[in-house]
């Protein structure tokens, strides 16, 4: 979702911010870096220590995750160059779509209805679906089971590093967007801009030349 469909990471660094501000901590932006696209049980332990117990972590992560949605509802959120335009192509086409995402399920459908693609997703997993977070595979796993799809018949469409490790031990293909980071994606793009109009039906059939930089 976040860095796909759209990318709310200036909204997650305010509101992470300001969380820790209020505990009398302070974040640095390379920490948030660090830990954004991960479930929050995997890096607050090591931001606030062992003081807190696992009630009262999850209870911080809990009020973070919802001072983050007032801040996409405030200020709201625009679709990542092509994004939009993908979804509803293949939407269009007869495919299945389904977001699975490190985020608790209310962030990723407060996204999705501030882009307006909320009806064009067939299911949603999020981080409260699944036991552990990427780059294991469980949360791919969970949706292609809810879609009913066999996981070699999948394609996820990621943007970082441990989602396509995630892609890979679930036996997706995957379709890595970053114009940065070098992914070890089935195919690689900058932008779903720069997707070639047969790409997902190119890759679905393992047909060869995909591979863009």
Known sequence: MDGTLADSSEYHWRAWRDAMAAVNRTLTHAQ???AFGQRNDRFLRGWLGDALSDEQLARFGDDKEAAYRRIVEADGLVPLPGAAAWVRRLRAAGWQQAVASSA???????ML???GLDTLVDTIVGAEDVAVGKPDPQVFLAAAARLDTPPSRCIVVEDAAVGIEAARRA???SIGVSRTAALEADLRVASLEDLAEDAFDRLLD???????T
């Open 113 to 115: 209805r501030a882009i």
């Open 104 to 110: 608790p399920r209310p962030n990723v459908e407060v």
């Open 206 to 212: 393992g047909r060869s030349g995909l591979r863009a």
């Open 171 to 173: 036996g997706m293909r």
């Open 32 to 34: 948030f870096a660090a």
